[in-house]
């Protein structure tokens, strides 16, 4: 009977002792699974009632990827490869949905050398068709009525000589004209009404605008700190003489890297990415109207309906909210990676969706901000350098 008993015993002795180590197999499985899942999240605050739908893409990775943001968190939807070269990085740059929310059009910055434009369905992985463009096609808007999308040449890796637009006709992606800007054009953006384009000259020191109807530079302005001064014509008019624009003789004091209209097209702000500060130019005197300082590498730009400015930081790690009227920074907001890059705010003024790059082998980050609570509420994980972000549709929520 005692033997029976200490056998027994002994039993469970060897018996609790596989229980202990496949609990401790079955822990350290779960978290591998937690580390190797996408990660989502959302912090606390109140939660979106209905689902926020999102395009951006990763430079590095040649990845188009549609975010689902709503009551159920953060979460990828849906992501495509982008590009012709299979074996090169093509470096998809720019993304701009059209009005209607049928198309996507999406900038590649690298090809054999010239880069591209291509068209996609919206919703779904569908290329409807791509056109050539000018060298390193890097960011990308689109005209009110979705008849054409202006698309900057930036021409990052080549010679420091003039660039240009490219206006491609979106029915059949026709690139109906190449307008002439500056050096290293970059920031394509339209106003509300459709009437001008403005794009930053990151090596001229420059704000440029384009008249749509003529498709063609109506004015420039200087943005040299104590140099300001609005021109008219373009800095560097067709077989005109440029060595007046000697870029040996010229280093970049601004290098301007957006430029964001107001909604009523009164004032053009202009992201100082080297001097760290924001100018702001009255649009009808062609004058500065205030120079306000800004976080170190203030990048990119977008606006909500209320006003109120958002600006990406790129050395700071951070994003900005300002009244821009007053120059007012209302809050700073940490980013969880490094290499801040573009902004798009959701209709309802709600969010603020923010693509970060990341450094080294680091992936890329989409972070949600509350732009009423001014705090991070999301994050998730995307391919390495997100770059250009837009909004595609709000909808309801989704299991």
């Known amino acids: 009977m005692m033997q029976e008993i200490a056998v027994s015993q002994g039993n469970r002795r060897r018996l609790l002792r596989a229980v202990v180590r496949i ?5 350290v499985c779960f978290e591998l699974v937690l580390a190797c899942a996408p990660q989502t999240s959302s912090s606390s605050g109140e939660a979106p009632k209905q689902d926020y739908l999102v395009y951006v893409v990763c430079e590095s990775a040649d990845k188009i990827v549609l975010l689902r943001f709503g009551p159920g968190g953060l979460r990828i939807e849906n992501q495509t490869r982008t590009g012709l070269m299979p074996t090169d990085i093509n470096g998809p740059h720019g993304i701009a949905v059209s009005p209607d929310k ?3 059009y999406v900038s590649e910055g690298h090809g054999r050398p010239e880069g591209s434009v291509w068209k996609y369905r919206a919703g779904s992985d569908i290329v409807v ?9 890097a960011t990308t808007d689109i005209s009110p009525d979705g008849n054409f999308i202006y698309v900057a040449n930036a021409n990052f890796h080549g010679d420091m000589v003039p660039s240009s637009i490219s206006v491609v006709a979106t029915d059949q992606m026709i690139e109906v004209k190449r307008i002439t800007t500056c050096t290293m054009p970059h920031g394509s953006r339209l ?3 459709g009437t001008r384009h403005y794009s930053a000259c990151m090596m001229d020191d420059m704000l440029v ?11 420039y302005f200087m943005l040299a700190p104590g140099k300001e001064m609005g021109m008219t014509g373009a800095p560097y008019p067709a077989g005109g003489d440029q060595k007046m624009h000697n870029l040996a003789d010229h280093k970049p004091v601004c290098t301007p890297t957006w430029a964001q209209p107001s909604n009523d097209g009164s004032t053009v702000y202009v992201a100082c990415n080297q001097s ?3 100018v702001a130019v009255d649009t009808n005197t062609w004058t500065m109207a205030r120079r306000f300082p800004a976080a170190s590498g203030v990048y990119n730009l977008a606006m909500t309906k209320d006003g109120r400015l958002i600006a990406t930081n790129k050395r700071g790690q951070s994003v900005s909210i300002f009244d821009p009227v007053s ?7 940490p980013t969880q990676r490094k290499v801040v890059h573009g902004a798009v705010v959701t209709p309802d003024d709600r969010y603020a969706f923010i693509s970060v790059e990341g450094v080294g082998t680091e992936p890329g980050t989409v972070e949600v901000i509350d732009l009423a609570a001014m705090k991070t509420v999301a994050t998730v994980d995307v391919g390495p350098q997100a770059a250009g972000i837009d ?3 709000m909808e309801a929520s989704k299991p």
Do not use: M, W
């Open 23 to 27: 609990t401790c197999y079955t822990f």
């Open 391 to 393: 909004f595609f549709k």
């Open 129 to 137: 068709k791509y056109t050539g463009l000018g060298l390193f096609p």
């Open 276 to 278: 760290n500060d924001i």
């Open 327 to 333: 120059g007012k920074e209302l809050a700073r907001i």
């Open 209 to 219: 605008e384009i008249d749509t109807s003529k498709f063609g530079v109506s004015r």
């Open 191 to 193: 106003n509300h009404a």
């Open 102 to 104: 049928q198309f996507f």
